[in-house]
């Protein structure tokens, strides 16, 4: 951006996101990314998945299979919580971003880029 020059139309997180449908998951050796249709949520910290009372972290057997289910769901809610940033899928799983989580080797939790506008947002 130059010096001076006028940004408009920024969207928030939420606005991005909600009403997404996952397209796709990608497992990357020390990250993953939720493949959106109009986006992709890049994170570096393994998202909590959730499932009613059910909470299960990266390394847990089933962590895979549960993450796999938000492919093809929908965003329905996002909520900022005292551990993170929680996002709610259509099939009532959700996935806690968990950036409050103090790690020194990881700079930032993720980034979301919008396909339409290349534009990023890094949190």
Request: glycine content about 4%; overall charge negative.
């Amino acid at each position: 951006m130059v010096s001076g020059e006028k940004v408009e139309n920024l969207r928030s997180f939420d606005d991005i996101l909600i009403g997404q449908r996952v397209s796709s998951l990608v497992f990357v050796e020390d990250y993953s990314q939720i493949v959106f249709d109009d986006c992709i949520l890049t994170l570096f910290r393994w998202p909590e998945i959730c499932r009613s009372s059910l909470k299960i972290k990266f390394g847990d057997i089933e962590y895979r299979n549960l993450y796999c289910e938000i492919i093809n769901k929908k965003v329905v809610t996002i909520e900022e919580t005292i551990e993170g940033t929680k996002i709610d899928f259509e099939n009532a799983i959700s996935i806690n971003l968990n950036e409050n989580i103090s790690d020194d080797s990881i700079i930032e939790s993720g980034f979301l880029i919008e396909k339409k506008t290349n534009t990023m947002m890094s949190f």
